[in-house]
């Protein structure tokens, strides 16, 4: 069993920045595939970014690719998005997620169904 708590959302002006990290739980972090999601209101859940379990392959979603970086560190049992150059499309609920399923693989799914846990998400505003 995983737990994930999301923190470093909050409100910023477009062409900002944020650092969101995710902590979590358990000894099997380390060997798990991560996700970050988001969803606006009335909007379904999208994939931004993945990463796998040794930080080496990363996977971006178009809309954010070049502006976002996904990074993990093993040690602390945490993984971080950066997000630069932030547009008022950027604004939701930010996830992540555990993909338990992908364990000590080189692969990263942007299915939010392939993931396993999931975090309570926290909540970035970007104001124009």
Request: net charge positive; hydrophobic share 30%; with cysteine.
């Amino acid at each position: 069993q995983v737990q994930l708590v999301e923190s470093g959302g909050g409100l910023v002006q477009a062409g900002g920045s944020l650092r969101l990290s995710c902590a979590a739980s358990g000894r099997t972090f380390s060997s798990y595939a991560m996700g970050w999601f988001r969803q606006a209101p009335g909007k379904e859940r999208e994939f931004v970014a993945a990463i796998d379990w040794s930080g080496r392959s990363t996977y971006y979603a178009d809309s954010v690719k070049g502006r976002d970086t996904i990074s993990r560190d093993n040690a602390k049992n945490t993984v971080y998005l950066q997000m630069n150059s932030l547009k008022p499309d950027d604004t939701a609920v930010y996830y992540c997620a555990a993909d338990a399923g992908r364990r000590y693989s080189s692969r990263t799914s942007h299915r939010p169904t392939d993931y396993d846990y999931w975090g309570q998400g926290t909540q970035v505003t970007v104001s124009s």
